[in-house]
C-alpha cells in the first residue's frame, strides 16, 4: 500500500557514469515534484510535473533530465555525475491546485565517488 | 528576496520540556503554511499545515502552530516533547494562485534528551 515509492534506495557511482531514479505514486495525483537534499538537510526543489507537463524546472544543470511518460510516474535521469550531485533525492506528488499536501517517497540517497 | 526562515538550526531539550520552533516568512499574498518532519533515515512527513480558517492549526502527535499574518509567523509548538520527537522539522510556504511549488526553509533539528 505504498504511497509514494522510488528506486533505488541507495545509489553508489563514479564521477561520469549516467544513472536513472524512478518514482512512483498510488495516490491518484496529477503532480509529481523532484527535490534534492543536500548534506545540511537543505530542501531544494528541481522539478514538478502536472498531467505529464514541466511546470517548475528550477536552475539545475542540463545533465538532470525529468521524464514522466505518465501521471503516476516520474523519473530523474542524471548524466555526467559530478561529486556535488551527492544528496538525497526525493519524489513527492500532490493533487492539482497548491493547496493540496505534498506526498513525499523515501528518497533515494545517492553518493558520487 | 522571498524566502522561509527557520530561527533555530539546532536545538536539544529535555524530556517533557515545552517546545517552539520558529518560522518567519517573506511573501505576501495569501499563503499556505505546513510544518514536515523528518525522522531520522527517513522521508519527510506532514504534521501539520494552515490554509485558511482559525490561525491556531493542530497537528499530530501533539504538535499545533499558530499562523499570524501581521508578523509574517508560523509557529511550530508543542507543550511536553519526548524522546521520539527527536527530528528534523521543516516549515514551508506556498504561495496561493502563483504555482505548485512549495518553498522550505533549511530545517530545524530538534534533539530531546531521554
Known amino acids: 500500500d505504498t504511497a509514494v515509492s522510488q528506486t533505488p534506495k541507495y545509489l553508489v557511482t563514479q564521477m561520469g557514469n549516467d544513472k536513472s531514479i524512478k518514482c512512483e505514486q498510488n495516490?491518484?495525483?496529477?503532480?509529481m515534484y523532484w527535490y534534492k537534499q543536500d548534506s545540511k538537510k537543505f530542501l531544494k526543489i528541481m522539478f514538478s510535473?502536472?498531467?505529464?507537463?514541466?511546470?517548475i524546472n528550477e536552475t539545475v544543470p542540463n545533465r538532470f533530465s525529468p521524464k514522466s511518460p505518465d501521471k503516476a510516474h516520474l523519473n530523474l535521469h542524471i548524466n555526467s555525475l559530478e561529486l556535488g550531485d551527492s544528496a538525497v533525492y526525493f519524489c513527492?506528488?500532490?493533487?492539482?491546485?497548491?493547496?493540496?499536501?505534498?506526498?513525499f517517497g523515501p528518497g533515494t540517497r545517492l553518493t558520487v565517488l | 528576496a522571498q524566502s522561509v526562515s527557520q530561527h533555530n538550526h539546532h536545538v536539544i531539550l529535555s524530556e517533557a520540556a515545552s517546545l517552539e520552533l520558529g518560522c518567519n516568512y517573506s511573501?505576501?499574498?495569501?499563503?499556505?503554511l505546513f510544518w514536515y518532519v523528518q525522522y531520522p533515515g527517513q522521508h519527510l512527513q506532514l504534521l501539520l499545515k494552515?490554509?485558511?480558517?482559525?490561525?491556531l492549526v493542530k497537528g499530530i502527535k501533539g504538535f499545533e502552530a499558530e499562523f499570524i499574518k501581521s508578523k509574517f509567523s508560523f509557529n511550530l509548538r508543542k507543550p511536553s516533547v519526548q524522546w521520539s520527537d527527536t527530528a528534523e522539522y521543516f516549515c514551508?510556504?506556498?504561495?496561493?494562485?502563483?504555482?505548485?511549488?512549495?518553498?522550505f526553509g533549511k530545517g530545524t533539528r530538534l534533539h530531546i534528551l531521554p
Open positions: 513527492a506528488s500532490s493533487l492539482a491546485g497548491t493547496s493540496n499536501e505534498q506526498f
Open positions: 495516490l491518484g495525483h496529477d503532480t
Open positions: 510535473y502536472n498531467n505529464k507537463e514541466l511546470i
Open positions: 511573501y505576501g499574498g495569501t499563503v499556505n
Open positions: 494552515y490554509f485558511s480558517g482559525d490561525p
Open positions: 514551508a510556504v506556498n504561495v496561493v494562485n502563483r504555482d505548485d511549488k512549495i518553498i
